[in-house]
């Protein structure tokens, strides 16, 4: 009889959790996985993915005032949340489905219940039951941070973001992190007013200055509200069911909706960790060394839950690397440096590598190259928004050690720029490319 149940058991079934436990079961490991919820984890149920089909549905009540520039006779339109939220919830339903099938067809078998470590190489499901495994990974990922003050009670996450009845006519969002300001931009188009509250006074903390200050230039034409330096000090509710928010350094405020987009926190509480002698940091990620192993041997651990880049595709990249390192006889570790990111705002912003102050801190010497324009269909809508591409390169090399941009479709051109980035290609390599005529992505090989 084989020594443990299974060969490998992950706790959590995101995305980081869903790719470990599927390529260790195709290096011929026998595989369960324990998922309390639904599998597909943050990025498919309550991420991601449906948030940006609301960053699509919101896009169009622009595209419609635009079309009209156009020569398009656009009717007066209406605008049903309910049927959006709806067909949203109802893809992710779809692509809960393909996860589920996507284990099982690899013959993982799944315990859908909560799981916690009770001992060396065990595991006890909610339901009492015990299972043993050689190897666990915990992948149980994050949740939204709430701070503590009196009526935080009454606030909502982007969790409930996906599931509210209609959509709130005065929202007050906390924070200024990606997820703040891209709800922004999608209650704002919704017709929220919409307002954010920061404890500093800075969007976006990590992206290039440039782009920061462009997005909140975007964002209060477009009437988004800011109050910078200011901090929560209750929330009531009202006899009318409205909220009132009260802040440091500002006035209360009204609103009918308060969201906190104010960081993400590990989901370690009641695993077992510290029964098992599983060290985590001071915010309570587990800490791991370069192949994802915890202070235990057979313990490891990757995606958000470790807190070392949050973002999914890091969480799938360090889920395939545990497996090819402990089933697939590959020692294989996690390439960290120059990962690009976007934020789907409205414009989105995209970047990779160094901004500007890094560059300027690490290399000292370097030199900058922008293109501030305004996308042709934005000339034709008559809408007054501009675009900024920033190329930061090493003055020694001519090497490209950043790219930021902010203006329509950056994600998309990024992933394509990001490549070059990372293949440390040089100025002299962007300009000797021929442009795409008329696209904006031809800015990158123009840039002066």
């Not at 922004?184 to 976006?204: C, Y």
Request: aromatic share 6%.
């Amino acid at each position: 009889m084989a020594e443990y149940d299974y060969d490998l058991i992950t706790i959590g079934a995101g995305s980081g959790g869903v790719r470990a436990s599927r390529v260790a079961a195709a290096h011929g490991a026998r595989v369960a996985v324990a998922e309390e919820h639904r599998v597909g984890g943050t990025c498919v149920i309550r991420g991601c993915v449906p948030k940006k089909m609301l960053i699509y549905g919101a896009h169009f009540a622009e595209d419609l005032e635009d079309a009209k520039h156009f020569g398009w006779d656009i009717p007066e339109c209406t605008f049903d949340w309910v049927k959006l939220r709806d067909n949203v919830l109802g893809d992710v339903d779809r692509l809960n489905g393909l996860y589920t099938k996507t284990l099982e067809s690899h013959e993982v078998e799944i315990f859908h219940e909560r799981a916690t470590i009770t001992g060396p190489h065990e595991i006890t499901l909610s339901s009492g039951e015990k299972k043993t495994a050689k190897v666990i990974l915990i992948a149980t990922g994050a949740r939204p941070h709430v701070p503590s003050f009196p009526g935080h009670e009454l606030g909502i996450t982007s969790n409930e973001a996906f599931h509210l009845d209609a959509i709130p006519k005065r929202v007050l969002i906390a924070g200024a992190g990606y997820i703040a300001n891209e709800f922004a931009g999608i209650f704002n188009e919704f017709g929220a007013k919409v307002t954010l509250i920061n404890r500093s006074d800075q969007l976006l903390r990590g992206y290039d200055e440039s782009v920061r200050d462009r997005l909140l230039q975007i964002s209060l034409m477009k009437g988004i509200d800011f109050r910078f330096n200011a901090e929560f000090i209750k929330i009531e509710e009202n006899e009318d069911g409205s909220l009132t928010a009260h802040m440091t350094n500002h006035e209360p405020l009204e609103v009918d909706c308060v969201m906190f987009a104010t960081g993400r926190v590990p989901n370690v509480e009641g695993l077992g960790l510290e029964d098992v002698g599983v060290e985590v940091d001071e915010k309570g990620a587990i800490k791991v060394d370069e192949y994802s192993k915890s202070s235990v041997d057979h313990i490891y651990a990757v995606g958000d839950v470790t807190n070392r880049v949050q973002l999914t595709p890091v969480a799938i990249r360090e889920g395939q690397a545990f497996a090819d390192t402990v089933f697939g006889d590959k020692p294989t570790t996690v390439d960290y440096g120059c990962i690009p990111s976007a934020v789907f705002s409205h414009p989105p912003i995209a970047a990779v590598g160094m901004t500007e102050a890094e560059a300027t801190n690490t290399l000292g010497s370097i030199k900058v190259y922008t293109s501030d324009f305004r996308p042709m269909k934005n000339v034709v809508a008559h809408r007054n928004e501009r675009a900024l591409y920033k190329m930061i390169c090493d003055a020694a090399t001519d090497r490209v050690v950043g790219m930021h941009m902010i203006g329509p479709e950056s994600p998309e051109i990024m992933q394509a720029a990001a490549i070059a980035v990372k293949a440390g290609l040089t100025k002299a390599d962007f300009d000797a490319t021929v442009a795409i005529h008329p696209t904006m992505s031809e800015e990158l090989v123009l840039l002066k």
